[in-house]
Each structure stands twice: as structure tokens, then as C-alpha cells.
């Protein structure tokens, strides 16, 4: 099939291929497999991951990072110098001594010096509350600090990327019918199996919360049609209990006379969190109430 041979020639090819060339090709391959999992993992590796779902995070995409600062004092000045993080309270210590790489695939495929440290510098009021704890004295003072992320972090991040579309290639080619003109008659266990051992490298609970929220943004509610306004919110993760309050509060509004969102489901969408269950609780409640006020307005008519 012509268009597994040439993800598998782009995927090895490293020096020719750009990663988001290779990763916008395998969105074709996925209108073909139609695989929910591969679609998440591709529209993250092309768009970038959420910075505040830092669970959510592939391994490779994290790392224990070295911290650096540069100090001046009245008679030295020192420049390049590692910082020891025993100092920081544990809040601060957690927030610079893990990076999470969160930027699409590409922007790191497309920097100048491959072979050159990238750094991410440090939010100026974190750099002031430790300006003078980093040395006894308070001399030298820390006047710019950074977390120093090597080359070869980044390296490792696109063989990642390159290697596990390579390898779920060669897969699906395996599984091909003979003389199939495309992927489509892929059995979809296949898929599935081969999307979350090769992709996910086997982390199931990652692959099927990917899956699910790229469920839960293509999902539209009709107006006026409740069912699918509940089937939404509990793919969303909301309870049971929760579904059933919306639908009493949607009734006792239109029973009042309102045509349009009326208070008691303003009050629900208010206060949606009592109603996340465990699946709606990894989502996060602004998220989840993002999409429940979206599908909710749709139901009457408002939304888009």
C-alpha cells in the first residue's frame, strides 16, 4: 500500500522528513483506520499537550532537568552555575525540578543548534523570592535562573515519535489483506491492539483517556433531544445522580416558563463539580463545565 510505504520511508528517514510532515501523513492513515486513540495521540503530538494535565504526559515527554542561575554580588560574578533546589519549599521544588514538554512534536525538529542546550527561564517572581537563599549571606544574589533542557532530551522526543509510527506501520502493513488498496480492511482489534502497544507503548489507561476526550470534542448535542444531551455528559464522566438533577432542574425550568437556559440549570452547570464522577474528575471541572455548558445550550437551541 503506497501510503504505509511512505510514513515507513518518511518515519526512517530522519535527515529529509520533517516530524509534523510524517504525523500530518498519518492523519490520512487515520481516516482510513478510523482509531480514536491514534487520532488523540496525533492531534497532541501535532497541536501540543495541556500543561495543567501533567499526568497525562507520554514518559518521553518528561524529565528530571538540571536547574541553572546566573549571581552577581559586590565582588564576584558568576555565571552558568547549578542550583542546589534543597533550599525551596516543596511547592517550588516540584514546579523547576520536572519539565514537562508540552509544545507540538515539530517545534523541537525545527530548532537551529540540535546539538545545543534549550532552556526554559524561570518566572521572574519565583527568581525574586530566592534572589538572596541560594548562597549563605545572601551574596551573590541569583539575578536569572533557568531550567536547562540538553539536546539529547530532545533528541530522544522525535526517535520516540519517528519510532512508534514506524513500528505501528510496519504493523498495520503486516496485518494488510493481500492485495488491499488501503487500510480500511484492517480488522479494527488489530488497530486497536497494535495503537496501543506501539503508540501508547502499552499504557492503557493513557491510550483509553485519550480516546475518550477525543470522543468528548467531537460530540454535538441536537436540539431539543434530552437522551443526547445525557449521553454526552456521561461520556463526559458525570454521575448518574448528576444526570438525573440536570433533567429535573431542564423540567422544573420549562414548568416555571423558561424557553431557554433558566436558573436552576444555571445552578447545576454552577455547580457540576459535586457531579464529576472518577472518569470527569481526570477531564477537570473547568473542562467539564466547558462542555456540559456548551451541550447544554445546544440542547436549546444557542450553541454552535
Known amino acids: 500500500m503506497k501510503l504505509l510505504d511512505e510514513i515507513i520511508e518518511m518515519a526512517t528517514d530522519d535527515d529529509k522528513e520533517p516530524i509534523g510532515s510524517l504525523l500530518r501523513k498519518c492523519l490520512v492513515l487515520e481516516r482510513q483506520l478510523k482509531n480514536d486513540k491514534f487520532r488523540a495521540w496525533l492531534n497532541l503530538e501535532l497541536d501540543g499537550y495541556d500543561r495543567d494535565k501533567e499526568d497525562e ?26 542550583i542546589s533546589l534543597h533550599i525551596m519549599n516543596e ?39 530566592y534572589q538572596r537563599k541560594i548562597y ?22 522525535l526517535e520516540q515519535v519517528r519510532t512508534r509510527v514506524l513500528r505501528f506501520a510496519l504493523d498495520i502493513k503486516d496485518n494488510l489483506p493481500p492485495d488491499s488498496p488501503d487500510a480500511t480492511h484492517v480488522p479494527s482489534a488489530i488497530v486497536e491492539h497494535s495503537v496501543v502497544n506501539n503508540i501508547y507503548g502499552g499504557n492503557i489507561l493513557i ?5 475518550n476526550f477525543s470522543q468528548i470534542v467531537q460530540t454535538n448535542v441536537s436540539e431539543g433531544n434530552v437522551a443526547e444531551l445525557e449521553q454526552a455528559l456521561a461520556k463526559l464522566g ?18 416555571d416558563g423558561h424557553a431557554t437556559v433558566g436558573p436552576k440549570t444555571k445552578e ?21 463545565k466547558q ?11 444557542l450553541g454552535v
Open 57 to 82: 504526559f507520554p514518559d518521553y515527554r518528561v524529565f528530571n532537568c538540571v536547574n541553572k542561575g546566573d549571581f552577581l554580588g559586590m565582588t564576584v560574578q558568576l555565571s552558568d552555575q547549578p
Open 91 to 129: 511547592r517550588d521544588r516540584k514546579m523547576v525540578q520536572t519539565v514537562h514538554l508540552h509544545q507540538p512534536a515539530a517545534s523541537y525538529d525545527g530548532r537551529g543548534d540540535k546539538n545545543g542546550s534549550a532552556v526554559l527561564p524561570w518566572n521572574p517572581a519565583l527568581t525574586v523570592k
Open 136 to 157: 549563605e549571606g545572601g551574596e551573590p544574589a541569583l539575578v536569572r535562573a533557568w531550567q536547562e533542557i540538553p539536546a539529547s532530551i530532545l533528541v530522544d522526543l
Open 207 to 211: 491510550a483509553s483517556h485519550a480516546e
Open 238 to 255: 458525570i454521575t448518574q445522580e448528576g444526570v438525573k438533577a440536570l433533567r429535573s432542574d431542564i423540567e422544573a425550568d420549562e414548568k
Open 268 to 288: 447545576w452547570l454552577t455547580n457540576i463539580g459535586k457531579y464529576l464522577g472518577k472518569e470527569g474528575a481526570k477531564a477537570g471541572l473547568e473542562v467539564a
Open 291 to 301: 462542555f456540559a455548558t456548551k451541550w447544554v445550550l445546544q440542547h436549546y437551541g
